[in-house]
């Protein structure tokens, strides 16, 4: 516990009070990223950004080494995660913030949410070998590397064998809801998932939230606690729309360019998403209600 503690405080402490550009949803290769923890903070400094939050799919296992990235080149590192969920038959992502990373119950949860994407991986091979697309699993997992095999994973596989020309193209053929290779995976319900991130100590987010509008009200008396409302892609008028809603609701509001790597999505860099400062002044203000403390007990970062 003193190691998890120590790492929380080494975070708060290096994160830049100056008006340094952040992102609080970006992926490394841990999960379906491209690139290692290391290298996204990396990214993240040439880039002349202050901070990142680690988001990784149902992992928390390269914010240690991200941390530690951090201190090298100066970049603030917030743990957190990115929760698969299912509310009835609609698919949602709920973000952790501020999560004790460390905690016992939350990585056996996720480990077993990754079993079930490794079984998912394989059946969809399974359904792409019937359709007269072999891919090797082996390959697959390579394409992984220290990650969670998933669907990025195989789309990848399916370019590189040239049966498609784009990732894109991959799952808007294949690997989508609906397409005959698609497998719907087991997922946490969204307050089991909502739940496991405030007993971790962190704050639950729900991730791109324009298609989930009518959710929301749901998500929040389950104790949601903010909507991603700037994210890659969203119009002003969407962003305007988020926010009153978030305010309607009593919600937070966040931010983040859903970063995996410009070889999966081109146009998607690392801070690529304009936030303003205040979503993460709010961010830490609501952390520090939720878990008791006072505001004069730490900074507000940026």
């Not at 990585?107 to 059946?123: G, K, V």
């Not at 669907?151 to 989508?176: C, D, K, M, N, Q």
């Not at 081109?266 to 505001?295: D, F, K, M, T, W």
Request: glycine share 10%.
């Amino acid at each position: 516990m003193r190691n998890i503690r120590h790492t929380r405080q080494r975070t708060r402490r290096a994160v830049p009070k100056t008006a340094r550009r952040f992102d609080l949803h970006v992926h490394s290769a841990v999960s379906d990223g491209l690139h290692a923890p290391t290298e996204v903070v990396r990214l993240a400094y040439e880039g002349g950004l202050g901070l990142i939050a680690l988001t990784d799919h149902d992992a928390v296992e390269g914010i240690d080494e991200a941390i530690e990235a951090g201190a090298r080149w100066g970049v603030a590192v917030i743990p957190g995660v990115e929760i698969s969920a299912y509310a009835g038959e609609v698919e949602l992502h709920v973000l952790g913030y501020l999560i004790r990373h460390g905690d016992a119950r939350l990585q056996a949860t996720l480990a077993r949410y990754r079993t079930s994407r490794l079984q998912r991986a394989r059946e969809m091979l399974a359904r792409l070998e019937v359709l007269g697309i072999p891919l090797a699993w082996e390959r697959v997992q390579e394409l992984a590397e220290r990650g969670s095999t998933g669907r990025p994973h195989i789309a990848r596989a399916l370019v590189e064998a040239g049966y498609v020309t784009s990732v894109g193209e991959a799952f808007e053929r294949y690997l989508r809801p609906g397409m005959p290779a698609y497998v719907p995976r087991d997922k946490a319900a969204p307050e089991e998932a909502i739940g496991l991130i405030h007993d971790a100590g962190g704050l639950a987010v729900l991730a791109h939230p324009w298609a989930l509008v009518d959710h929301v009200a749901a998500l929040a008396a389950q104790g949601l606690d903010g909507l991603e409302a700037h994210y890659d892609g969203y119009a002003p008028n969407v962003v305007h729309y988020l926010r009153a809603l978030a305010a309607e609701q009593g919600l937070i509001c966040t931010g983040g360019s859903d970063f995996h790597g410009l070889r999966l999505m081109p146009n998607n860099p690392i801070g690529g998403v304009a936030i303003p400062r205040e979503c993460l002044r709010a961010l830490y203000r609501r952390h520090r209600q939720r878990s008791g403390r006072s505001q004069a007990s730490e900074g507000v970062p940026l």
